[in-house]
Nanobody, 127 residues
Framework: LRFSCRRGGGLVQPGGSLRLSCAASGLNLANYDIGWFRQAPGKEREGVASISSTPDIASYENSLMGRITISRDNAKNMVYLQMNKLQPEDTAIYYC????????????????????WGKGTQVTVSS
């Protein structure tokens, strides 16, 4: 089983955009709710967005609504997080997560027993 964030992380200037992607092998993401979480330096991990398995219902952290979009491509077994108008406070390590319990990630709570966590990817917003 391999579940990792890949591509899209890195350094971006304030106001810029990034698209993070998460891929899985040995795990059919179509059967899982997917969440994106982030952890900034010195802060606790927090939920950013989630999307349910069926139907594709998305949830967003209130302060980020309008700037981020979560999506999935079940044929490619991939999930994405598009982030626009990035600000320095968006600097964090971003993680994807998958859970087989329908709706479990919809509240964006960082539960201890989330089924699968991907390796994080660093996003740094700085001029």
């Amino acid at each position: 089983l391999r579940f990792s964030c890949r591509r899209g992380g890195g350094l971006v200037q304030p106001g810029g955009s990034l698209r993070l992607s998460c891929a899985a092998s040995g795990l059919n993401l179509a059967n899982y709710d997917i969440g994106w979480f982030r952890q900034a330096p010195g802060k606790e991990r927090e939920g950013v967005a989630s999307i349910s398995s069926t139907p594709d219902i998305a949830s967003y952290e209130n302060s980020l609504m309008g700037r981020i979009t979560i999506s999935r491509d079940n044929a490619k077994n991939m999930v994405y997080l598009q982030m626009n108008k990035l600000q320095p406070e968006d600097t964090a390590i971003y993680y994807c997560a998958a859970d087989g319990r329908p709706g479990y990630l919809s509240t964006l709570t960082v539960y201890d027993d989330i089924n699968h966590w991907g390796k994080g990817t660093q996003v740094t917003v700085s001029s």
